[in-house]
């Protein structure tokens, strides 16, 4: 039997993933506009954490300064120990940007050859077409595809380079359910290899289904870090679902509710106890249906997180 068996749990030397990339007090200004505020956030080695926050929150300034595309105001920035900007950094890194252009006139093959040149141990190219589903546009110019098939290619660049880190920039956007899947997949089976990932996403089922940690940016600071389960613990209560005749000023009014939004032909409400709302939303409105009533979720957390705060 060995030490680490029988000594308490309390004396036993515990793993923690050491950060590979690290944000240490950093502020950021562009002119008089501050786009991070004493920002400090570690990217922790085999995790996905995923970062969100509404529109103008520092999301994109963050993975800028850990990409070395920028510079901190104040603080200091670190990607595996070493300078974000270096070019050592920059052979064990891949990004896929929002911001990115690449040329329209070059073959998708020629794109998966130019960026794999700039690493040490790239993939093969069959492997990088293969990862990404794009095995039938490898000779088709990058101009011509869909904005989908656009998406699955820049993945493709990012995972070319086989780096150890990656940063993904709203990774799904323009693609269907299906080819959104396909892609959660992969980037699981990336996870599974030990690759660390940094995603930034809208939509937060995604966060959802894939993140180790999320962090909640609002105004240039973190607000909230955790789980996807600790985060949607801050929020208490549910959700209902129904039809009614009663307009969102009334249900506002109603007992325990916190908030309310329109959603097609239905209202969706948010609050403290379903049962005191139900009644009372019975009360004003008997021909109220198709009620549905479900534990609240990430998104009504983050809503409420960046909604104190503005």
Partial sequence: MSISQVLPISRRQISIPQPVAR?????????????????????RAGELVALLGPNGAGKTTAIKL????????????????????SVAT?????????????????????HIDLFSSYYPNPLPMAETLAIAGIENLRDRRFGLLSG?????????????????????????????????????????????????????????????????????????????????SEIKSRTSGKKIRCVTQLGIPVIKNLADVLDVQAERDAMVIHTRNAENSLRALLSLDREVSGIEVTSAGLEEAFLALTRDRN
């Fill in 148 to 228: 989908g098939q656009k998406q699955r290619v820049l993945f493709a660049l990012a995972i070319c380079g086989n780096p150890d880190l990656f940063f993904l920039d709203e990774p799904t956007v323009g693609l269907d359910v299906e080819g959104r899947h396909m892609l959660w997949d992969e980037i699981r089976k990336l996870l599974a290899l030990g690759k660390t990932i940094v995603l930034t996403t809208h939509y937060l089922e995604e966060a959802d289904a894939l993140a180790n940690r999320i962090a909640v940016i609002n105004k240039g600071s973190i607000i909230a870090q955790g789980t996807p």
């Fill in 66 to 85: 850990l990409l070395g595309l920028a510079r901190p105001t104040t603080g200091r920035v670190s990607v595996f120990g070493g300078d974000p900007a």
């Fill in 90 to 110: 920059h052979t064990r890194v891949g990004a896929m940007m929002q911001v990115g252009r690449v040329p329209e006139t070059l073959r998708v093959g020629e």
């Fill in 23 to 43: 944000l240490e007090a950093v502020s950021k200004s562009y002119g008089n506009v501050q786009a991070l505020v004493n920002f400090t956030f570690d990217v």
